[in-house]
């Protein structure tokens, strides 16, 4: 098999995880181990009057029960924004919120032990609704203090109102996002477990051990070298496991109070409360347009329904504007985001952090724009396109920019202007761009050290192994660092071993979130590689009398380039320099570029050392007697820079279109507000992401523009495809029927809504008929 | 994760021995375990007793009984079984329909036809974790005072979401029950019609002692014509949304065929499931262009979805309207489905 950059590979640890090998966190057991459990609220806001656990603790078996006061730091994973203890101190904020933790020798004696702790709550009223809790002078979070106003943004670029006074047209719309969750398959999960000597071990489940290992010791109060932090294979991540959560916290302190091992596996509900998924965002556009199709002006206000904790709240506040000033030049920009405290489960990063909802918004509105002036949306898209090497209106500077490229491949694959002429009634095409940051230049504490780091030592059996501080949550991290190091040292791929994140073995690296780790991790493992090589190629040439340049490094052959009959296996070339060089060992790291944002507050929130595009096409069948929306197709081509590793790449495209085709149609984690906050159905039964049989065909095309800023040109490939799959769906639904769906999601219930609200317009003859010239595709009367 | 509450298990071998554990103590029956071991885990009950239906090989048969005109199917036949097996599906082809429908192919090699027929009912603000419903403060069926589907209502309205129940009501077959009667074995026999009860909190005639042995589906008369429709936002897994039981028996294989009888049952609404007025359809044509209509008219007439299950009531009731018309036009164009 070639392991070289571009091919397409076995992924790292693929066959562990199909034969059922892979030992997941809660695959782990210690001896002695014992079973922790939480005690969550019933109550979406309440004060916590007193807490007994004194028959809990009676119980044979039961070994320690804590609770918010013996967690009295707080903690968050932005360091501006700490609201958070690891058990609620005063109040409960949410239905699901921790009150109590407590480990005993078995699941079933702690689940019955959790019954016997008894709580006197004083119910407070629940905000639930965004502006209801701006208005009210309850404050929910304690550690707030602006009320429940969490944080407010307000950037502008150019002269928008001036913009969009003098545009042709100013398309204005009002758009929901209800709000969706992760649901990775493997539920949260952390094991604690306190050696002699005091280290203080947490296995977890976690997509950013380092910010985790900073967080124990912050709130243990223990220093950070008395605690390792260790990320087993992950089952799914998603963005749900990027911050430190109530269970690694509280596994960790009832270790420490029991001396011995304790783990928490989350239930399924708890995953559900923990949630950090996808804020519910209300946003009001307006956008100037020219007769010619050009986007004069944006005008954005957006109103997030944060939840009880901040999360990652601040920085999703900056995305759900900084992020949309690509691919389109804009012409002048204004974003007014308010994210607010309600009492539901926190929001936080979802696959997309912050800019799938405005996205969303964006895009069907040039599609509005485009249908009134008789434009092609493609064409539309086209005449916007920011192009290479340039900045943003908000002053990011772009360098590659395969935009086009993806428009007219998925113009092309999906024959989009036959469909577009001919599709009958009920069936309909859309396109939707899209741009993503491939990791942001700036950490979330603030330092100069670099964000990623690997070493990587060579063996004289003819291994390599690279440390590296990554977490692969099944994106593939571990495949690129070792693709990258046998592409340097003409290894396979089986002779490379990864071990990553692992706080006491591997550098520092800052987690898998914000698509960085192609980009940081690949750099970081490029410059130990070529280090690596250099020394390797020095030696051989040395032995040979020949320029450096002239060896090769492939096939596990040190190769003379010119005389190619010369050649000694790899094992004999690192044996000549090892004995010259001493053990074969380099490192290297990668820090950002700090050139590359906006010269004003809030301008480095956002900024990247390179983006990545995306175009979308979807074609789609409506019922327009049920309202159900069939996805008949979806043609996705994405910019990654270079494709490192094909089949990973275009396995990040597919599962990202799924899970925005799930979003589209099928999900919403919705509060309900007429029962006291409770979640809608904190199950998988009732939160329904789509199955294989609700999967559409999916044609992934890879476009490559390579950046001067990635590896090899690589940028990022995880998040930007997820996207446009939402807006183009949506924009596929009017071209289909005539109806513009700007609530999320389009479930049946509201398509059908929308129809009807159509054919009544119809009727009182405000409305021709859409496609009114062409043959249907559904029964046009219909209907009940 | 979730864990199954501590209880005692009883392996009998035989329907006698089955019912003789059943009686003993505050025991539960155990078929498949598909619909019951979620809810044990929910909490929903806690039973000392599980009583193990799977080593009785008595309730494993099929068998079509020319005599008799019958087609018996033990209870203990899994819902795999019912979806495949041939006799099953040329006697009784929409019960296959349903059979295959039923949630994933996992569960309906491990579920079986009785266990599917005695499905509990289920509510929205019932399937839920024990925090969850005391977050809510209960219901009726969940250790509280009120109903949060209907309000003020004093009767559960748990939704019936069995999809071989609207089926077997449609096919008017009759459930077979063993009981101990001074220690001796008896049984007898209720149509599917009476079989079931406006209470979401018994929703079966089914007495505590009594085991369900057979289903028995008389053999069709002459030219029939049946399906089962079910409604899901997800092409799998997912329980019935809305669900119609439709048989029309017709008085020839040719195009003027006309309706002789006819059932139109519909589940998913309250506890049980609802036999819709067919007086619609007799005597017409089975092409007859209204006769779909007619129908479709009929059913949304008579039913009202309440708000015990996901998706709106009203939508729900649109898509009863909608689905009836289609597989009736189905049915009326395509001969050979649902034909014996």
Redesign the interface.
Known sequence: MTAGVGARHRKVGAMERLRGLARYTDDLALPGMLHAKILRSPHAHAKILSIDASRALAMEGVSAVVTGRDFPVAYGIIPWTRDENALCVEKALYVGDGIAALAAIDEDTAIEALSKIRVDYEPLPALLDPEAALASPLSINPHATKGNLHKHVLLEFGDVKAKLAEADHVVEGEYFFEGTTHAAIEPHCALASVEPDGLLTVWSSTQVPHYLHRELARVLELPARRIRVIQPPIGGAFGGKSEPFDLELCVAKLALVTGRPVKLLYTREEVFYAHRGRHPMRMRYRTGVTGDGRISGVDARTLIDGGAYSSFGLVTTYYSGQLLCAPYDFGAYRFDSTRVYTNKPACGPKRGHGSVQPRFAIEVQLDKAATLLGLDPIELRRRNALGHDTRTINEMAIGSNGFLACLAKVEEASGWKDKRARLPYGRGIGVAGSTYISGTNYPIYPNEMPQSAVQVTLDRSGRARVLSGASDIGQGSDTVVAVIVCEELGLGLEDVRVLSADTDLCPVDLGAYSSRLTLMVGNACLEAALALRREVTESVAKKWSVAPSRVVLADRMAIDRESPERAVPITEAFEWAESEHGLLTASGSYKTPTDRHGSYRGGTIGASPAYSFTAHVAEVRVDEETGEVELVHVWVAHDCGRAISRTLVEGQIEGSTYMGAGEALLEAHRIDARHGGVHEGPSLLDYRIPTSLDTPPIDAFIVEAPDAQGPYGAKEAGEGPLHSTIPAIANAIYDAIGVRLDRLPFGPPAVLAAIEERRRREREGTLAPHKADRASDTPRKGGA | ???LP?FALEVPETVGQALAALSTSEARLLAGGTDLLPNLKHRLETPSTLVSLHRLAALRGIALDEGARVLRLGTGVTLATIAHDATVKVHAPSLAEAAASVASPQIRRTATLGGNVHLDTRC??V???A??R???GGCLKSGGTVC?VVEGGQNCVAALSSDTVPVLVALDAELVLASLVDGSEQRRTVPFARYFRSDGLRHTERARGEIATEVRVPLATGPRRATYVKWR???????PLVSIALRFDLDGEHDEAVVTDARVVVGVLGSRPRVVSTAAAMGLRMRDETLPERVAEAV?RECKPLENV???AP?R???L???TRRAVARLARVGAVGAT
């Open positions: 994760m979730l864990r501590r929205r603000y399937n839920q974790t925090l969850w005391s977050a809510i949060h936002p997800r092409a799998t897994i997912d329980f949304w996901p998706y709106e939508y009731r649109t898509l309207r909608v689905l």
